[in-house]
Protein backbone atom coordinates (compact mmCIF):
# COMPACT_ATOMS: atom_id res chain seq x y z
CA UNK A 1 0.00 0.00 0.00
CA UNK A 2 1.54 3.96 -1.03
CA UNK A 3 2.06 5.08 2.64
CA UNK A 4 1.90 8.45 0.92
CA UNK A 5 -2.09 8.04 -0.14
CA UNK A 6 -4.59 8.77 1.94
CA UNK A 7 -6.28 5.03 2.14
CA UNK A 8 -3.54 4.73 3.92
CA UNK A 9 -3.65 7.33 6.39
CA UNK A 10 -6.95 6.20 6.79
CA UNK A 11 -6.34 2.91 7.73
CA UNK A 12 -3.71 3.53 10.12
CA UNK A 13 -5.34 6.13 11.78
CA UNK A 14 -8.01 3.86 12.50
CA UNK A 15 -6.02 1.11 13.54
CA UNK A 16 -4.17 2.83 16.10
CA UNK A 17 -7.86 3.65 17.50
CA UNK A 18 -8.83 0.25 17.82
CA UNK A 19 -5.55 -0.61 19.61
CA UNK A 20 -5.60 2.20 22.19
CA UNK A 21 -9.60 1.53 22.66
CA UNK A 22 -8.66 -2.14 23.42
CA UNK A 23 -5.82 -1.33 25.74
CA UNK A 24 -7.44 1.48 27.80
CA UNK A 25 -10.55 -0.90 27.84
CA UNK A 26 -8.63 -3.78 29.21
CA UNK A 27 -6.36 -1.54 31.69
CA UNK A 28 -10.02 -0.30 32.83
CA UNK A 29 -11.13 -3.75 33.57
CA UNK A 30 -7.82 -4.86 35.02
CA UNK A 31 -8.13 -2.19 37.57
CA UNK A 32 -11.99 -2.23 37.66
CA UNK A 33 -11.59 -4.45 41.76
CA UNK A 34 -8.59 -2.32 42.69
CA UNK A 35 -10.51 0.73 42.11
CA UNK A 36 -13.80 -0.64 44.01
CA UNK A 37 -11.45 -1.53 46.64
CA UNK A 38 -10.39 2.02 46.83
CA UNK A 39 -13.44 3.47 47.27
CA UNK A 40 -14.68 1.19 49.40
CA UNK A 41 -11.32 2.28 51.82
CA UNK A 42 -12.42 5.93 51.08
CA UNK A 43 -15.94 5.61 52.11
CA UNK A 44 -15.13 3.51 55.17
CA UNK A 45 -12.44 6.52 56.34
CA UNK A 46 -15.21 8.99 55.62
CA UNK A 47 -17.62 7.51 58.24
CA UNK A 48 -14.94 7.40 60.22
CA UNK A 49 -14.07 10.93 60.19
CA UNK A 50 -17.84 11.48 61.33
CA UNK A 51 -17.03 10.44 64.54
CA UNK A 52 -13.75 11.79 64.70
CA UNK A 53 -11.92 8.86 63.86
CA UNK A 54 -9.15 9.42 61.41
CA UNK A 55 -7.46 6.62 59.87
CA UNK A 56 -4.74 5.45 56.77
CA UNK A 57 -5.92 3.75 54.02
CA UNK A 58 -4.13 0.65 55.35
CA UNK A 59 -5.94 1.05 59.09
CA UNK A 60 -9.60 1.93 57.54
CA UNK A 61 -10.37 -1.81 57.36
CA UNK A 62 -9.73 -2.96 60.61
CA UNK A 63 -10.72 0.23 62.46
CA UNK A 64 -14.29 0.13 60.61
CA UNK A 65 -14.85 -3.35 61.51
CA UNK A 66 -13.78 -2.75 65.05
CA UNK A 67 -15.72 0.84 65.39
CA UNK A 68 -19.61 0.46 63.58
CA UNK A 69 -20.86 -2.30 65.04
CA UNK A 70 -24.13 -2.81 62.72
CA UNK A 71 -25.15 -0.96 59.64
CA UNK A 72 -29.05 -1.18 58.66
CA UNK A 73 -31.22 0.66 55.87
CA UNK A 74 -34.33 2.86 57.14
CA UNK A 75 -37.49 4.56 55.28
CA UNK A 76 -39.03 7.86 55.36
CA UNK A 77 -40.49 6.58 58.07
CA UNK A 78 -37.60 5.93 59.86
CA UNK A 79 -38.58 2.08 60.18
CA UNK A 80 -35.49 -0.42 58.93
CA UNK A 81 -35.71 -2.36 55.86
CA UNK A 82 -33.61 -4.83 54.09
CA UNK A 83 -30.83 -4.11 52.57
CA UNK A 84 -27.09 -3.45 52.82
CA UNK A 85 -26.24 0.07 54.39
CA UNK A 86 -22.90 0.38 53.06
CA UNK A 87 -23.50 -0.89 49.43
CA UNK A 88 -26.08 1.37 48.99
CA UNK A 89 -25.93 4.42 46.85
CA UNK A 90 -27.29 7.37 47.86
CA UNK A 91 -27.33 9.21 44.53
CA UNK A 92 -28.86 6.30 42.73
CA UNK A 93 -31.47 6.47 45.82
CA UNK A 94 -32.20 9.76 45.46
CA UNK A 95 -33.27 9.59 42.06
CA UNK A 96 -36.30 7.11 43.06
CA UNK A 97 -40.04 8.19 44.19
CA UNK A 98 -39.46 9.33 47.76
CA UNK A 99 -41.93 6.49 49.10
CA UNK A 100 -39.37 3.99 47.83
CA UNK A 101 -36.07 5.44 49.10
CA UNK A 102 -33.87 3.80 51.60
CA UNK A 103 -31.41 5.18 53.62
CA UNK A 104 -27.82 4.15 55.28
CA UNK A 105 -27.51 4.02 59.48
CA UNK A 106 -24.24 2.86 61.09
CA UNK A 107 -23.89 2.56 64.51
CA UNK A 108 -20.97 3.02 66.58
CA UNK A 109 -19.87 2.80 70.21
CA UNK A 110 -17.88 5.67 71.48
CA UNK A 111 -17.32 5.21 75.22
CA UNK A 112 -20.09 3.15 76.18
CA UNK A 113 -21.89 5.21 74.41
CA UNK A 114 -24.55 4.60 70.85
CA UNK A 115 -23.43 7.31 67.74
CA UNK A 116 -25.72 6.90 64.97
CA UNK A 117 -24.33 7.98 61.27
CA UNK A 118 -26.49 9.16 58.73
CA UNK A 119 -25.47 10.08 54.92
CA UNK A 120 -25.65 13.15 53.18
CA UNK A 121 -25.67 14.32 49.52
CA UNK A 122 -26.52 17.38 47.86
CA UNK A 123 -24.99 20.36 45.20
CA UNK A 124 -22.38 22.39 45.85
CA UNK A 125 -21.84 25.87 43.07
CA UNK A 126 -19.73 23.62 40.67
CA UNK A 127 -20.90 20.04 41.09
CA UNK A 128 -22.21 17.05 43.92
CA UNK A 129 -21.30 17.19 47.83
CA UNK A 130 -21.88 14.75 50.49
CA UNK A 131 -20.66 13.86 53.89
CA UNK A 132 -21.52 12.05 56.94
CA UNK A 133 -23.07 13.37 60.30
CA UNK A 134 -23.28 11.32 63.14
CA UNK A 135 -25.30 12.05 66.42
CA UNK A 136 -25.10 10.77 70.34
CA UNK A 137 -27.59 8.74 71.80
CA UNK A 138 -30.39 11.55 71.85
CA UNK A 139 -30.71 11.06 67.96
CA UNK A 140 -30.22 14.63 67.96
CA UNK A 141 -27.05 16.38 69.02
CA UNK A 142 -24.30 16.31 66.76
CA UNK A 143 -21.34 14.32 67.98
CA UNK A 144 -19.00 14.51 64.85
CA UNK A 145 -19.55 15.67 60.72
CA UNK A 146 -17.39 15.22 57.10
CA UNK A 147 -18.20 16.60 54.23
CA UNK A 148 -17.10 15.99 50.74
CA UNK A 149 -16.93 17.44 47.17
CA UNK A 150 -16.36 16.96 43.61
CA UNK A 151 -15.22 20.04 42.22
CA UNK A 152 -15.89 23.06 44.23
CA UNK A 153 -12.96 26.04 44.41
CA UNK A 154 -9.75 25.34 45.64
CA UNK A 155 -9.40 27.84 49.03
CA UNK A 156 -13.27 29.11 48.76
CA UNK A 157 -15.99 26.03 49.05
CA UNK A 158 -13.72 22.89 48.46
CA UNK A 159 -13.22 24.20 52.29
CA UNK A 160 -16.03 22.11 53.33
CA UNK A 161 -13.56 19.33 53.19
CA UNK A 162 -11.46 20.72 56.54
CA UNK A 163 -12.02 19.10 58.94
CA UNK A 164 -12.35 22.31 61.20
CA UNK A 165 -15.46 23.00 59.29
CA UNK A 166 -17.30 19.87 60.20
CA UNK A 167 -15.77 20.88 63.62
CA UNK A 168 -18.17 23.50 63.88
CA UNK A 169 -21.06 21.31 64.12
CA UNK A 170 -20.69 19.37 66.87
CA UNK A 171 -22.86 20.11 69.62
CA UNK A 172 -25.73 21.66 67.34
CA UNK A 173 -29.04 20.05 67.46
CA UNK A 174 -31.32 19.21 64.30
CA UNK A 175 -34.41 19.36 66.41
CA UNK A 176 -36.05 22.10 68.29
CA UNK A 177 -37.57 21.73 72.06
CA UNK A 178 -40.72 20.20 71.06
CA UNK A 179 -38.95 17.87 68.97
CA UNK A 180 -39.27 19.58 65.03
CA UNK A 181 -37.09 19.03 62.64
CA UNK A 182 -35.74 22.33 62.08
CA UNK A 183 -32.23 21.14 60.75
CA UNK A 184 -28.91 23.74 61.17
CA UNK A 185 -28.26 26.85 59.53
CA UNK A 186 -24.88 28.16 57.69
CA UNK A 187 -24.97 31.18 57.89
CA UNK A 188 -22.30 34.26 56.92
CA UNK A 189 -19.67 34.98 59.45
CA UNK A 190 -20.82 36.87 61.94
CA UNK A 191 -24.92 36.45 60.89
CA UNK A 192 -27.37 34.58 62.92
CA UNK A 193 -30.06 31.91 62.48
CA UNK A 194 -33.41 32.80 64.48
CA UNK A 195 -35.28 29.20 65.73
CA UNK A 196 -32.28 26.65 65.25
CA UNK A 197 -28.62 26.00 65.92
CA UNK A 198 -26.33 27.67 63.15
CA UNK A 199 -22.81 27.78 62.06
CA UNK A 200 -20.11 29.86 60.24
CA UNK A 201 -20.21 29.09 56.39
CA UNK A 202 -17.36 29.38 54.27
CA UNK A 203 -16.11 32.72 53.57
CA UNK A 204 -16.37 33.55 49.68
CA UNK A 205 -17.65 30.13 49.47
CA UNK A 206 -21.55 31.49 49.61
CA UNK A 207 -23.31 28.86 47.35
CA UNK A 208 -21.25 25.55 48.42
CA UNK A 209 -21.99 26.89 52.04
CA UNK A 210 -25.71 27.14 51.19
CA UNK A 211 -25.64 24.44 49.09
CA UNK A 212 -24.39 22.64 52.88
CA UNK A 213 -27.40 23.89 54.67
CA UNK A 214 -29.79 22.86 51.57
CA UNK A 215 -28.14 19.44 51.86
CA UNK A 216 -28.54 19.10 56.04
CA UNK A 217 -32.31 20.06 55.38
CA UNK A 218 -33.23 17.53 52.46
CA UNK A 219 -30.83 14.87 53.54
CA UNK A 220 -31.03 14.81 57.54
CA UNK A 221 -34.74 15.54 57.21
CA UNK A 222 -35.62 12.47 55.05
CA UNK A 223 -34.05 10.55 58.97
CA UNK A 224 -36.68 12.78 60.39
CA UNK A 225 -38.85 10.38 61.58
CA UNK A 226 -35.58 7.67 62.18
CA UNK A 227 -34.70 10.41 64.64
CA UNK A 228 -37.51 11.11 66.47
CA UNK A 229 -38.08 7.53 67.42
Not at 138 to 154: L, R, W
Amino acid sequence: MNRESNVYTIVYASVMVILVALVLAFTSQGLKERQGENESVDKMRQILRSINIVVSNEEAQEVFAKAIGTSYLVDAAGKKVEGDAFSIVLAKELAKPEATRKYPVFEASIDGQTKYIMALRGAGLWGPIWGYISVNEDKNTIYGADFGHASETPGLGAEIENASFGQEFIGKKFLDPSSQFVSIAVVKPGKKAVGKDYVDGISGGTITSQGVEDMLSSSIGAYANFLKN
